[in-house]
């Protein structure tokens, strides 16, 4: 495989992404000193930052890869909201399609953190349904934007915060098949069953387990194999790939499965690791339609962000440089 060229091709790739999007706030600072109005740390503040998070970090990974990139949300018509537009449209993720809704809150979860360490989240979101004025106004951006721009590939990213609900998913992926666009999902388990038909199916292990009840105690090939035929009978879809955390990630397309082991990393922050995952996934199967391929290169970029703390994106050099030392 010519990485050089591969990695290449991805600036010609136009790829959608449909889904939950978040404000991901950190604060950074230290403690030294307990309160004394409560037994808590005091944490002392360095510096804030502000992230994109959920579905627009999927969109953050394709963009870094070279991916033309649109979004579809639906964000709550707030100052978080119009902050995370303007952070989208500034990392040159296409924004023009985003429903803005007075109904709703933007998602914006802000963690405190000391010394690496996560002390405290505090989430202010809305995680209904979107309501029909809403699911209508996304849906016809969606179908419009499928017949004039025909993207390669559009990327379902399932937060559980409402916007992906199950007519929006059926008529989506029908939508995707009559103009011949590639599909792909990163569930959750509240609509974990209603992709049906999609090409790639990308849940974690835990999310398999709970999905269909089962124990799952040991993963071997011939059980993760067994796990496929569960899902499909349900979902009718093409691609299975599951993430099996530190044990690497499992494949299987029609008779071609296997599992593949995770490279040694020192893991600081699993944080958006299955965003960046599911992003290089359906990027390099839209580039070259290779299962095992894409499973070898997602594995290697899931484990690099993992590095580092928080919401991260990948970094196209460091991925090339990583998949010419491993793959080759």
């Not at 010609?12 to 978040?22: F, K, P, Q, S, Y």
């Not at 569960?230 to 979902?235: A, E, M, N, S, T």
Request: aromatic fraction near 6%; hydrophobic fraction near 40%; include cysteine.
């Amino acid at each position: 495989m010519n990485f050089d060229q591969l990695f290449g091709s991805f600036n010609d790739i136009r790829v959608a992404v449909v889904g939950d999007v978040m404000l991901d706030t950190y604060w950074w600072g230290h403690v030294e000193r307990i309160s004394p109005e409560a037994p808590v740390p005091v944490v002392a503040l360095d510096n804030r930052e502000l992230r994109i998070g959920g579905a627009g970090n999927v969109a953050l990974n394709l963009v870094a890869l070279g991916a033309n990139v649109d979004i579809f949300t639906v964000m709550g018509d707030d100052e978080d909201g119009k902050m995370l537009d303007r952070l989208l449209a500034e990392a040159g993720i296409g924004t023009s399609h985003v429903v803005f809704s007075a109904d709703r809150k933007t998602t914006n979860k802000t963690r405190i953190i000391s010394r690496n360490q996560q002390m405290m989240r505090l989430d202010s979101e809305t995680t209904r349904d979107l309501d029909h004025h809403a699911e209508t106004q996304l849906l016809q951006r969606i179908s419009s934007y499928l017949k004039e721009t025909k993207p390669a590939v559009l990327i379902f990213e399932d937060y559980n915060k409402g916007v992906l609900t199950e007519n929006l998913i059926t008529e989506v992926i029908s939508d995707c098949r009559k103009q011949g666009v590639l599909t792909a999902v990163d569930p959750k388990k509240k609509n974990f069953f209603s992709y049906k038909g999609v090409d790639i199916f990308k849940p974690n292990l835990k999310e398999v387990r709970e999905g269909l009840n089962i124990q799952l105690d040991h993963v071997t090939l011939d059980s993760m194999r067994s796990v496929h035929d569960q899902l499909q009978d349900k979902l009718d879809h093409r691609i299975s790939f599951i993430t099996l955390s530190e044990k690497g990630v499992f494949y299987q397309d029609n008779g071609q499965a296997a599992i593949i082991p995770s490279h040694l990393r020192n893991i600081a922050d699993v944080s958006g690791a299955g965003d960046t995952v599911i992003a290089v996934a359906a990027l390099v199967f839209a580039a070259t339609g290779k299962v095992e391929l894409f499973s070898e290169i997602a594995n290697i970029a899931g484990g690099l962000v993992c590095e580092e703390v928080g919401t991260a994106a990948i970094r196209k050099e460091v991925l090339l440089s990583e998949c010419k030392m491993l793959l080759s």
